[in-house]
């Protein structure tokens, strides 16, 4: 039997008997971790808001054999006011569910943990559009979890990729990068051809590489097929259904 005291934040719960709940805490040191909330459902518990949804803090958690207890929590931000922004909710929850998806037992994921807190505080306090939030969001995720998408160079040949104004470019999704013209043109006679894209869209993927969640204040416009195509990308990835992605926009 031992204690544990770890900074995490709830990416998923579920109501357990009468006054219980079990949460999936996203630690950044332990990875995933399951534990039940006693008695956290009646109205006047401590660990009401240590339950819900998206709250932040560092838990306290009583160790027994393979089960955990939550024994407290000291809440950091709960990014409650997203709760009165259906759109900005939504976005938030997608965040959340593709990290919970993403996170293993034991498995350290502090970068991951970061970026995760980041985009909820831009979502929740920021000025800036969901999604583009969710966009860069996006890119970091599929970065830290070792599919980056190629942008510079056609991902068959290797030639270079340079968008031109008011030309298309193409972005294969299972190989993960772009094309160049030819090998463009070859794939669209095969299965799974190619997204074809806005130049304007190659260069605010590749400005995402470039500055990471510094580029959600800049005034860089965001084509929306950007988000569709990292969507598409992310998701392709991800090897169950992301539930909530049926709520975007």
Same mark, same amino acid.
């Given at each position: 039997?031992?204690?544990?005291? /770890?900074?995490?934040?709830?990416? &998923? ?22 534990a ?16 819900? +949804? @998206? ?6 958690? =009583?160790?027994?054999?393979? $089960?955990?207890? #939550?024994?407290?929590?000291? #809440?950091?931000?709960? =990014?409650?006011? +997203? $709760?009165? %922004? ?10 959340t569910? @593709?990290?919970?998806a ?13 970026? *995760?807190? &980041?985009s ?6 920021? %000025?800036?559009?969901?999604g583009?939030? /969710?966009?860069? =969001? ?14 510079? !160079? ?18 294969? @999704? ?6 160049c ?7 669209? /006679?095969e299965a ?8 304007e869209t190659?260069? =605010?993927? &590749? ?5 990471? @969640? ?11 097929e950007?988000?569709? *195509?990292?969507? !598409? ?6 090897? &169950? /259904? ?8």
């Amino acid at each position: 039997m031992s204690t544990i005291k /770890t900074h995490a934040i709830v990416v &998923r719960h579920a109501d357990y008997r009468e006054n219980d709940r079990m949460v999936t805490l996203f630690s950044p040191n332990l990875g995933r971790v399951e534990a039940i909330c006693r008695g956290c459902r009646r109205q006047k518990s401590p660990l009401l808001a240590a339950s819900e +949804l @998206l709250c932040a803090g560092e838990f306290v958690l =009583f160790e027994k054999g393979e $089960r955990r207890t #939550v024994v407290s929590c000291a #809440v950091q931000d709960s =990014f409650y006011p +997203l $709760r009165a %922004d259906y759109e900005r909710l939504t976005h938030g929850l997608y965040l959340t569910e @593709l990290c919970e998806a993403a996170i293993q037992p034991g498995q350290e994921a502090e970068r991951l943990f970061l970026l *995760l807190l &980041r985009s909820l505080a831009h979502l929740t306090y920021g %000025d800036a559009p969901a999604g583009r939030v /969710t966009a860069v =969001f996006l890119c970091g995720y599929a970065s830290l979890l070792g599919y980056r998408p190629r942008l510079g !160079r056609c991902v068959r040949c290797g030639a270079a990729v340079e968008p031109e104004a008011g030309r298309a470019a193409h972005f294969d @999704l299972a190989a993960g990068g772009v094309l160049c013209a030819p090998c463009a043109l070859h794939a669209l /006679t095969e299965a799974g051809a190619p997204m074809r894209i806005q130049a304007e869209t190659l260069r =605010f993927l &590749r400005a995402i590489m470039k500055q990471g @969640l510094d580029l959600i204040g800049e005034d860089l416009p965001m084509p929306d097929e950007a988000l569709v *195509l990292l969507r !598409r990308y992310v998701e392709l990835r991800t090897e &169950r /259904t992301i539930r909530s992605a049926r709520l975007l926009s």
